[in-house]
């Protein structure tokens, strides 16, 4: 089992930063993919930014120069600073992780608790 632990967001003026954080922990032979995912009320759930070992990080349209994701493998934590935000990017943000955990050929894909980001006009 792998468990997730966000920490960060907050409420924020438009214009301004926060920065959140993901730590991964459990029994898994390896993670292959970090990342982050938001949900506005409504609306359904999308990917902000993710990191994929060997591979690079992917981000939305929406959040591309203003977001940047960071992934410490060897503490098996991740990172989104999120910069210039706006209040489109109000939203719980979900922390995601594909983790090989019965075998390291089989991925399994696991979800943080989610963490509140609002942005006030």
């Known amino acids: 089992q792998v468990h997730l632990v966000e920490s960060g967001g907050g409420l924020v003026q438009a214009g301004g930063s926060l920065r959140l954080s993901c730590a991964a922990s459990?029994?898994?032979?390896?993670?292959?993919?970090m990342g982050w995912y938001r949900q506005a009320p409504g609306k359904q759930r999308e990917l902000v930014a993710s990191?994929?070992?060997?591979?690079?990080?992917n981000y939305a349209d929406s959040v591309k120069g203003r977001f940047t994701i960071s992934r410490d493998m060897g503490k098996n934590t991740v990172s989104l600073q999120m910069n210039r935000l706006t209040p489109e990017d109000t939203a719980v943000y979900y922390c995601?992780?594909?983790?090989?955990?019965?075998?390291?050929?089989?991925?399994?894909?696991?979800w943080g608790q989610g963490a509140q980001v609002t942005v006030s006009s």
């Open positions: 995601n992780a594909v983790c090989s955990v019965v075998a390291p050929h089989l991925r399994s894909q696991y």
């Open positions: 459990g029994s898994f032979f390896s993670i292959n993919t």
């Open positions: 990191v994929t070992s060997g591979v690079g990080t």
